[in-house]
């Protein structure tokens, strides 16, 4: 029926979803973690828990945003190479890119350990929330290394076309956090140390069972091991492959540490209209967050495909899978905006008790449902432009919608009281559609097949 209706052909439909489907339960799985700890301490302490583990959260997300900047780049390469025919050289990406993580996952460990309760403190104007977001954050910071190793662990099978993997061994880790993050908050009272615990733990056990597959072993009767082995016995540095990964990553690296950096200003301004605005925001963030799982799937696609076919020189094949995505994004993205929409008020219920609460918790539900529509096509075309090693204009588009329109329109509440909060639902609105805009342009324009050519393996080789 897709097919019939112009969406995407069916055998491109087919790779698609075998792709996605596992990475869109992958990223729920791994967004549930912290819709949990948010909905655990709400229901257990109030509003004020659920704005510190947002203040605390957003130092989480920049520093996985700059690890999956990383990740995005071994996605490209490993594609690229792997569907060139060069596994020796994609393994060496899959070497060059953990030592990466390790040495930018240590120092930051280290820094949100130590400085949490001030760096929770530049964000919020409530002692007590402080202290529920210093607590959480100082506890799940050691789980950050773990993530960044997650994170390179589940790109690299991305790029080989296995994403069931992954998704077993995500799937596997996100229950597990359920199970010890209740326990910890519900069963022995510990709180936001509680919730915390629970990630951190479920994290490291997720990296444990990784490595077994990532260093070519197989989980089950053949199954789940890397064609692309993690090894250390080749030369730990390879200069080429070093400066092609930071080409490609660093803007990645810049796009999502922008899109990270960008909740600090809007945590900031909310924390003007009080702990409920804080609680707000970091509701409808979180439940757009869990949305844009669909993404996860859709974008991790785009980026192998197109990846894998321009490594096979077939260019107008990589188009035609990206352009695809893209239109299945579209429809799967208003129907799941749909419903979120409707049932907003009783999602909001969900984090939030008291019905006053819950009224504006519901407006910003709301809205996020509406901005996934643009924040699902833009994952989709971001992630073609990924495949094909194309990551600046993606970099450029991020600060645009971030910094030229959803801050100042936040901005804008504090300053025209009749505004208010609204400032900031424009902000939500804003921040997805200026990239999409700009990244359909760019991938339109056929340029990332001239960018792409200097990343391919020799046909002649």
Excluded at 140 to 157: C, D, Q
Excluded at 216 to 231: E, H, I, Q
Excluded at 372 to 397: N, Y
Aim: aromatic share 8%.
């Amino acid at each position: 029926m897709l097919a019939e209706a112009g969406v995407i052909e069916e055998t491109r439909l087919r790779a698609t979803v075998d792709l996605a489907w596992p990475r869109i339960v992958t990223g729920f799985a791994i967004m549930s973690k912290r819709t949990v700890d948010l909905a655990l301490v709400g229901l257990v302490i109030g509003p004020t828990a659920v704005a510190g583990l947002t203040l605390a959260n957003a130092f989480w997300m920049v520093a996985k945003f700059l690890a999956i900047g990383l990740a995005g780049g071994t996605v490209a390469l490993v594609s690229q190479n792997y569907g060139g025919g060069d596994t020796e050289r994609a393994a060496s990406v899959v070497r060059l890119s953990v030592l990466l993580a390790v040495a930018l996952g240590i120092p930051t460990v280290a820094f949100f350990g130590l400085a949490a309760e001030p760096l929770v403190d530049l964000l919020g104007q409530d002692s007590e929330s402080v202290g529920y977001g210093a607590t959480y954050l100082a506890v799940v910071a050691p789980g950050l290394l773990f993530e960044f190793l997650n994170l390179i662990a589940s790109r690299t099978y991305a790029g080989v076309s296995d994403t069931l993997t992954p998704m077993a061994v995500r799937a596997g880790g996100a229950v597990a956090n359920i199970a010890l993050s209740a326990a910890f908050v519900l069963g022995l009272d510990m709180g936001v140390a509680g919730a915390a615990l629970g990630t951190t733990l479920a994290t490291a056990l997720v990296t444990v069972v990784f490595a077994w597959g990532m260093t070519g072993r197989s989980y089950f009767r053949g199954r789940g091991a890397s064609p692309v082995p993690l090894t250390f016995s080749g030369p730990l540095l390879d200069r080429e492959l070093l400066r092609q990964i930071g080409q490609v990553s660093t803007p990645l690296v810049a796009r999502r540490a922008a899109q990270g950096l960008v909740v600090f200003p809007l945590l900031a301004i909310a924390a003007t209209f009080g702990p409920v605005a804080v609680a707000a925001v970091g509701v409808g963030r979180q439940v757009r967050a869990l949305l844009g799982s669909f993404s996860w799937g859709f974008s991790i696609a785009a980026s192998t495909l197109v990846g894998q076919e321009l490594g096979a020189s077939e260019e107008s094949e990589a188009e035609a899978y990206g352009w695809g995505i893209v239109r299945l994004s579209v429809l799967v993205y208003l129907v799941a905006a749909a419903v979120v929409v409707i049932f907003a008020n009783p999602i909001a219920g969900i984090f939030v008790n008291e019905p006053a609460n819950r009224a504006l918790s519901a407006q910003f539900v709301r809205v996020a449902a509406i901005s996934v529509v643009a924040l699902g096509v833009d994952g989709s075309i971001t992630g073609a432009l990924r495949g094909a090693g194309d990551t600046r204009i993606p970099f450029v588009s991020a600060l645009a919608g971030l910094y030229l329109a959803a801050v100042p329109l936040a901005w804008l509440g504090t300053v025209v009281p009749a505004l208010g909060t609204g400032g900031l639902l424009l902000a939500l609105l804003a921040e997805t559609a200026v990239p999409m805009v700009v990244n359909l342009w760019r991938f339109r324009s056929n340029r990332w097949k001239v960018v792409s050519r200097g990343y391919r393996p020799d046909p002649s080789d």
